[in-house]
């Protein structure tokens, strides 16, 4: 009988692998999420209350996960999910 491994996504693959890499990543998620959300608060977000919430709500997200010591795949998730609306709303007040 031969057993196959299942096929893993990259996401998957890294957050199985984030867990044996916890404090360096939880490192790199602190710097990159809170200088990202301040760039996009700086750049105009802090104008509207809209793109403002859309800014602190999952920037915080992402750091009270890390301070609450939560398993990695939800920190993983928090964080790209916060740096993508970071970049979005970045991306948008550079070009408007």
Not at 23 to 31: A, D, E, S
Request: charged share 10%.
């Amino acid at each position: 009988m031969e057993v196959k491994a299942q096929p893993q996504n990259k996401f998957d693959r890294l957050i199985s692998d984030s867990e044996f890499n916890r404090f360096g990543l939880i490192c790199v998620i602190l710097t990159i999420v809170g200088c990202l959300g301040g760039i996009a608060v700086g750049l105009g977000a802090i104008n509207n209350v809209v793109s403002l919430s859309a800014v602190i709500i999952p920037t915080m997200a992402t750091l009270s996960l890390l301070l609450a010591v939560s398993p990695m795949r939800w920190i993983m998730t928090a964080a790209t999910v916060s740096v993508s609306l970071d970049l979005i709303l970045i991306l948008y007040y550079t070009l408007a």
